[in-house]
């Protein structure tokens, strides 16, 4: 009898094992799956009842759906929408920016220029021909040749704005409210990388979608890098955010060693050749007060206020993420005029990162006062600017119309 419940009990515990390896529910006292329920039932009782009770009662598991709400549906204070809502929105908000009317933007000229293949730079070695981000050149070349210069400029401003959406929806795991907003308030998204700086949003959306889709962000900076160059600052910064992980002294080193990196390049500066962005931008940066002190500002409380020892893996690397990549292009815009096209990339990441934490109370916190310094540096910015062309309110007038 003794030899028999034995065996009873060695089949129960390799059932259950197997079980608790496909199962996802919960148990009423334990933190694991079905298996383990089974495992720990201190009456040792048929499987068969155990089985039963599960078909009875523990909801099926969705193998489809994670743990966390996916970008499949959204719960966000307290309003539950669909993916296709936000697929209506998202493909809504890239229509209007694709339709609007061309050479309105600066850069317009420019990329119908490249489309047309009058805009490329001869390459005469390795260096050149990494600056000059061979992909674009291929991109902009083929599809000029099918569907003509402002044709290409149109579908392309449409993809990257849809692609940049899309991506961001599935990191910040169905946060496409805040995403959405983020990328219409943002001065440095909507009406910045998907209005004149289209080449740089165009490797922005690449990047996202490449880390949505699973691929490491360091492969991700890589391709983007051949679209524009000002990935390659991307790449390195990818690498620290994997190898700080959690432990805040690596965090701190390397937030040290960029400092140093930084102040190293500044007395290399004068020496590398920057191919055509030598005659485009000055060599020094100018230092604006109102730019540095609203820019620590708001992201030093973003990063303070999201700090967090239980935060989850996702979340975690891109805080590290974006706070790496934040202080090198802070200290960059210092000694470059042209590193002020990191801070776009910056405002893209925080944003991301803002998503990723809405689930928590200091995380809705912090995004209201994100969009609250936001608005105050768009009136800012309007109020000097004469709410003209070359400001946030400006261009969406422009756009719009």
């Keep these: 009898m003794l030899n028999n419940e034995r065996i009873a009990r060695k089949i129960d515990v390799r059932l259950a094992k197997v079980i608790g390896n496909l199962g996802s529910g919960k148990s009423e006292t334990h933190n694991h799956g079905w298996g383990y329920s089974i495992f720990n039932s201190e009456n040792h009782v048929s ?13 099926p598991t969705n193998y489809h759906q994670s743990a966390n709400p996916g970008p499949s549906r959204l719960d966000l204070f307290g309003l539950r929408q669909t993916t296709w809502l936000a697929m209506v929105f998202f493909v809504g908000v890239s229509l209007i920016l694709a339709r609007r009317t061309l050479y309105t933007a600066p850069d317009d000229l420019s990329y119908i220029k490249y489309f047309e ?61 805040f995403i959405l907003f983020a990328f219409v308030i943002d001065s440095t998204l909507s009406t910045q990388m998907y209005y004149n700086q289209i080449r740089q949003g165009f490797a922005l959306s690449v990047f996202l979608m490449m880390v949505a889709g699973g691929l490491s962000p360091f492969l991700g900076a890589v391709v983007a890098s051949t679209i524009h160059t000002s990935f390659i600052f991307v790449i390195p910064c990818a690498i620290a955010a994997v190898v700080a992980r959690r432990s805040n002294i690596r965090l701190i080193a390397i937030l040290l060693a960029v400092g140093l990196y930084v102040f190293y390049l500044n007395r290399i500066m004068g020496s590398i050749d920057f191919g055509r962005r ?29 700090k967090n020892k239980s935060s989850d893996d996702q979340q975690e690397f891109w805080f590290r993420f974006s706070l790496i990549f934040c202080t090198f292009a802070i200290c960059m815009t210092l000694i470059h005029a042209a590193a002020g096209r990191l801070m776009y990339i910056a405002n893209a990441l925080v944003a991301i990162l803002l998503g990723l934490n809405l689930k928590r109370e200091r995380g809705k916190i912090t995004a209201i ?17 004469g709410f003209g062309s070359d400001t946030w309110f400006g261009r969406w007038y422009l756009i719009l119309r």
């Design 369 to 385: 006062v994100w969009f609250l310094l936001l608005f105050a540096l768009l009136i800012n910015e309007g109020r000097k600017g």
């Design 117 to 177: 293949g009058t805009n490329f730079t001869i390459l005469t070695d390795w260096w050149s021909y990494v600056l000059e981000e061979p992909l674009w050149s291929t991109y902009a070349s083929f599809m000029g040749e099918i569907f003509g210069a402002e044709t290409s400029l149109r579908i392309t401003i449409f993809f990257s704005s849809l692609m940049f959406l899309v991506a961001n929806n599935k990191l910040t795991r169905g946060a496409w409210i």
């Design 278 to 306: 030598s005659e485009s931008y000055e060599l020094k940066g100018k230092v604006n007060v109102f730019f540095y002190a609203a820019t620590v500002l708001q992201n030093g409380l973003i990063f303070f206020l999201l």
């Design 47 to 59: 499987i068969s009842i155990h089985l039963f009770g599960i078909a009875m009662f523990k909801k």
